[in-house]
């Protein structure tokens, strides 16, 4: 990650093409769900994406779209944060440099923070410990941490 940028920004319509290109790549949502279309891609945009709060925001490596990151309500007390990149910026620090921005940004609402990802998503998880977020419980094939703001 040596001198690599990472920043995050309202997401925009123009950012629909780079935005198919990693929902549509397997790799890329192995975790998540089955790879979307442009279709499907166009209306996460509009619904996650456009929406008033935006669910998700672009994650930029030096100017450059390199995915999003999941940033709303849980519940009343946390925010939900989480990233999709594009897997050149995988092993190289950039989940960690957006997790910091955005554990950031949730304590300084006064906001806890949680981490949910797949059973199987051992990253995600690795990067929850890294960051002392507590293992809170496993449901639906999913886990849940919490970082607490207090």
């Known amino acids: 990650m040596k001198n690599k940028r990472y920043a995050i920004r309202p997401i925009r319509e123009a950012d629909l093409g780079d935005l198919y290109r990693l929902l549509s790549d397997p790799l890329v949502m ?7 279309s442009m279709k499907q891609s166009k209306r996460f945009l509009q619904e996650a994406g456009l929406s008033d709060p935006p669910l998700i925001y672009a994650a930029e490596c030096d100017g450059r779209f390199a995915g ?12 939900e944060i989480g990233w999709v990149l594009f ?16 554990i950031e940004k949730a304590l ?5 923070v949680v981490i949910e990802c797949d059973t199987n998503q051992k990253v995600t998880e690795h990067i ?4 002392g ?11 849940l941490f919490r970082l607490s703001c207090e």
């Open 68 to 79: 999003y990151v999941i940033y709303h309500d849980f519940d009343e007390t946390a925010m």
């Open 128 to 131: 929850a410990e890294k960051f």
């Open 108 to 112: 300084n609402e006064g906001k806890d």
């Open 30 to 36: 192995k975790y998540l769900e089955v790879p979307y």
């Open 133 to 143: 977020f507590r293992y809170i419980k496993e449901t639906d094939d999913l886990k």
């Open 87 to 102: 897997p050149e910026h995988w092993n190289k620090g950039a989940a960690s440099v957006l997790t910091e921005q955005l």
